[in-house]
Every structure is written in structure tokens, then in C-alpha cells.
């Protein structure tokens, strides 16, 4: 039972390292991407903001689905999980949005204020694909995860 518990929890922080790996993943392409819009478009922070949030959670989403969370399922299972993944990020756009538009408005740069954002979602996302869009075990529709 000890050795059980043991290789779960070396799992899950082999889990945990990887996701940090893509997380940073993300939250580079999507700050290059950004400094992009902004420097050199010259895009205002909203449009700036959606399409790095674009770039940065495609990268992750193909990293989360197939590295991370080991998910290639079937493809009824993969439309069930784009799914989730789509409403925890239109969901966390507009979070990270406020996070930084508010950051901005007291002084702080959007450069800094996504810093401080991703320090939320770091654990925010971690939770919300481990248990929700990525979870192992879940029936629905008829579909087993």
C-alpha cells in the first residue's frame, strides 16, 4: 500500500514539473506574442491581450493534452475536453484581462502585470485541468474519460 502511495505521488510530481514546463511554454510564446502586438502593432491591450492569449493556449492545450495529462483518447473524448478547455479559457482571458488592465490603472506595466497574473494561474489552471478538463476518470454522454 506504501509503495502504491509512493508512485502516486512521484507521479503527480512528475505531473506537476511538466506542467510547469508548459506552462512556461505558454506563458512565453503568449508574452512574445504580446510584446509583438504591442511594440511593434501597436494594438491596444485588449486585442494585444486576446491574440497572445490565442497563441500561447494552443501551444499549451497540444503540450497539457498529450505530454502533461497523457490524454489520447478516443475523438469523442477529445471533443469533451477541447470543450472544457475553451470555457476555462474564455473564463480565464477575462480574469487575466482584469488582472492586468487593474495592474495597469494603479501604475503597473502590463509587462509586469502579466508576471503577477500567471503567478495565479499557475495554480488556478493546475487545478481546473487535473480535475475537470484533462480529469482521468469521468463519464459523459457516454463517453469514458
Request: charged share 20%; net charge positive; with cysteine.
Amino acid at each position: 500500500m506504501k509503495n502504491q502511495k509512493s508512485k502516486k505521488h512521484k507521479a503527480e510530481i512528475k505531473r506537476i514539473i511538466y506542467y510547469s514546463i508548459t506552462g512556461g511554454a505558454w506563458f512565453w510564446s503568449g508574452y512574445a506574442m504580446f510584446a509583438f502586438c504591442d511594440k511593434v502593432l501597436g494594438l491596444d491591450l485588449w486585442w494585444a491581450k486576446l491574440i497572445a492569449n490565442i497563441f500561447g493556449i494552443s501551444v499549451n492545450f497540444i503540450l497539457e493534452r498529450i505530454w502533461v495529462f497523457a490524454d489520447t483518447r478516443t475523438h469523442k473524448r477529445l471533443t469533451v475536453v477541447t470543450e472544457r478547455y475553451i470555457i476555462i479559457t474564455l473564463i480565464n482571458f477575462l480574469i487575466d484581462y482584469l488582472i492586468v488592465l487593474g495592474l495597469k490603472n494603479i501604475g503597473i506595466t502590463p509587462y509586469i502585470g502579466q508576471f503577477i497574473s500567471a503567478g495565479f494561474f499557475y495554480v488556478w489552471n493546475y487545478v481546473w485541468y487535473k480535475f475537470w478538463v484533462f480529469a482521468a476518470t469521468r463519464k459523459q454522454k457516454g463517453v469514458q474519460a
